[in-house]
């Protein structure tokens, strides 16, 4: 298990310095698919690099086993990296590249030879053992750069942005191939992503980060249906935020047609319901009910996008699935009544600005 | 769809100045070899296709020693150089920044700015007063010298492949339980290589052509080859002068062709 602790980083000096990541504490799991998620400059490369030892730490520490390693030289961590450019060694062939940390570690050829040939034929790369890495295809050489950090049989396998580099297909089947290797090997894999569908197909737990720091640490699920923040809801999947009041024990929102009970302490919330939540006319479970006027129809195939203008001025979104028959939901302009439901609202804590 | 921009090939009057630039730089060169093919005892007079300057030169005592001399001073000096300019662009590409890195930069290419003549008087003022001290006349001026003047020809090179290679190269190999010395030893330097052998030479070729500050600071009786050139040209002129020039083209050509091909390789 990977305890982080406090873990802190700032760039830079006095008035100029700039904090990357700010006093972040959290466990990771033995044998856990785990993924930092995050916009660019989040913070989330930055602890990647803290794990790996590429950069010292300002502050805090990294337990591992009893023991903190933030201090330690990278060739001293039981940790290993699958680069964003995969950071192959050019002049060397597939094979001394997978045996690259064996050798450095000074283990005898022969054991070295058997685990550059186990490493290959996991990921299916054994025909190609004596080509320079500068002769594969872009996916062959993700696979050489998995084989080379797994040979050494690390505590933990650090992904930094590995399939950005990759097409579209080929990346979908890379997603499928990272999950087989990582249930295979039973290891804990670390992996940085700013793709949310990356995030949500492959991981056991996601941590969202922003701002240099963790917004939630949660299931794919979890972080979908029960975001923490605004900022979670608008980066994982749509979201419509309305701005809402909760009073003694009420919801009450200003177009919406009456008040709801909710358990909730006093105090603006922001309140958020995903577009494909959202109900043109009236739901059976009940909710809030809104008068809207449609500003624009958008046709997506499997669904249309319904543009809301509410009373108030606010705007929303809903997403109707198309049916086979009977063409559109409603017309442009037309004035709709429309039902949030209720076990589809979500409060989040109303933020500043 | 192709936007055609500037092209200084289609400038008029660009290709004519080219090829006249290639003519005078080439032509004479094939006119030296020719001559040096000359049979004749006058070099003003053709007589035939013949060898026979080859074979004066290579049994000419006064040529051979300045070939020796020549040949260990540039090797020593190049070597040196190499060492020096492998280490001082490791320093200024592979350390984090350091106050006067710009000056060191500066000052590692001083002699490739300073004209060559200020710096051979300026040696020579030096190694006089040595020289008297220490009675000493050997070739250790010389490679001092060399050595010195021969280090941004080589630093050149190195540090530009060092810039160019990718940092994340050294991350990973640390990062694959490398220590420092195993990582120079197995990515470092085998990507360096190309560069070290071209910046070997380069500063090969410098220190072999070099006429200036040999001629200030050899000692009486001592010849590199441009030196002992120069002292023939002041008495009687043979063939044999082009032949041994031909001989040092040829060295030079296959030194350059040499350092091209390996620094074209890896790129």
């Not at chain 1, 591992?64 to 390693?69: N, P, Q």
């Not at chain 1, 084989?147 to 650090?158: F, T």
């Not at chain 1, 929303?316 to 609202?345: F, H, K, S």
């Not at chain 2, 008087?121 to 050997?138: E, F, P, R, S």
Request: aromatic fraction near 6%; proline fraction near 5%; include cysteine.
């Amino acid at each position: 298990m990977l305890e982080i602790r406090n873990l802190t980083k700032s760039f830079g000096r006095g008035a100029t310095s700039v904090t990357a990541l700010s006093e972040v504490t959290f466990p990771i799991a033995e044998g856990e698919f785990f993924t930092l998620l995050g916009p660019s400059g989040c913070g989330k490369t930055t602890l990647l690099r803290l794990i790996a030892g590429f950069e010292p730490p300002s502050g805090g520490q990294l337990v591992l086993d009893g023991r903190d390693i933030a201090r330690l030289p990278p060739n001293k961590r039981p940790v290993n990296t699958v680069f964003q450019n995969y950071a192959l060694f050019p002049h060397m062939t597939v094979a001394e590249n997978v045996g690259f940390a064996l050798g450095a570690q000074g283990r005898p050829r022969s054991e070295i030879a058997a685990t550059v040939e186990r490493m290959l034929a996991l990921v299916q790369l054994g025909h190609l053992a004596h080509r320079k890495s500068g002769e594969l295809s872009g996916g062959q050489q993700q696979r050489v750069a998995l084989a080379r950090a797994l040979a050494p049989k690390p505590r933990i396998l650090l992904l930094d942005e590995p399939l950005s580099a990759l097409d579209m297909k080929l990346r979908k089947d890379m997603q499928v191939e990272l999950k087989r290797l990582q249930q295979e090997t039973g290891l804990t894999f670390i992996f940085v992503t700013h793709d949310q569908e990356e995030a949500l197909t492959m991981s056991d737990r996601i941590a969202v980060m922003n701002g240099g720091r963790i917004q939630q640490i949660a299931t794919p699920r979890e972080l979908y249906d029960q975001p923490a923040n605004r900022f979670v809801a608008s980066f994982i999947g749509e979201s419509n935020f309305l701005d809402a009041t909760c009073a003694r024990g009420r919801l009450v929102l200003s177009q919406a047609a009456g008040p709801l009970p909710v358990s909730h302490p006093d105090g603006p919330v922001t309140l958020m319901v995903r577009p494909e939540h959202v109900v043109l006319g009236s739901a059976r479970g009940g909710g809030l009910t809104l008068a809207a006027r449609v500003e624009r129809l958008v046709y997506f195939g499997t669904d249309t996008h319904v543009h809301l203008l509410l009373a108030d001025g606010a705007r929303m979104v809903a997403r109707v699935q198309n049916a086979l028959r009977g063409g559109a939901p409603c017309a442009e302009d037309d004035v709709i009544e429309v039902t949030l439901p209720t076990d589809a609202l979500r409060l989040l804590p109303k933020e500043a600005g | 769809m192709v936007e055609r921009g500037f092209d200084i090939r289609r400038l008029p009057g660009a290709a004519t100045l080219a090829i006249a630039c290639f003519v005078i730089l080439y032509i004479p060169m094939v006119i030296l070899v020719v001559n040096s093919l000359n049979g004749g005892q006058s070099i003003s007079l053709w007589e035939g296709v013949s060898l026979r300057w080859y074979a004066v030169a290579l049994q000419n005592e006064g040529f051979l020693n300045a070939a020796k001399t020549s040949l260990i001073l540039a090797t020593t000096a190049a070597l040196v150089a190499t060492v020096t300019a492998t280490m001082a662009a490791l320093a200024t590409t592979r350390s984090r920044g350091f106050r006067g890195e710009g000056a060191i930069n500066l000052i590692l290419n001083q002699p490739l700015m300073v004209p060559e003549i200020v710096l051979a008087i300026a040696l020579l003022i030096i190694l006089a007063q040595i020289k008297q001290a220490t009675g000493y006349m050997g070739l250790g001026y010389l490679v001092v010298a060399h050595s010195a003047f021969c280090i941004p020809f080589a630093y050149m090179p190195i540090r530009a492949r060092l810039q160019g290679m990718d940092l994340t190269l050294e991350t990973a190999a640390a990062d694959l339980y490398a220590s420092r010395f195993y990582t120079f030893r197995k990515v470092t330097l085998p990507l360096l290589a190309p560069a070290i052998l071209a910046g070997f030479m380069l500063a090969f070729v410098v220190s072999l052509d070099d006429v200036v500050i040999s001629e200030f600071l050899k000692s009486p009786g001592q010849d590199t080859l441009p030196t002992y050139l120069l002292g023939q040209l002041k008495r009687n002129l043979t063939s044999e002068i082009y032949a041994i020039s031909s001989l040092l083209l040829l060295i030079s050509v296959l030194i350059v062709a040499g350092s091209w091909l390996l620094t074209r390789k890896k790129t």
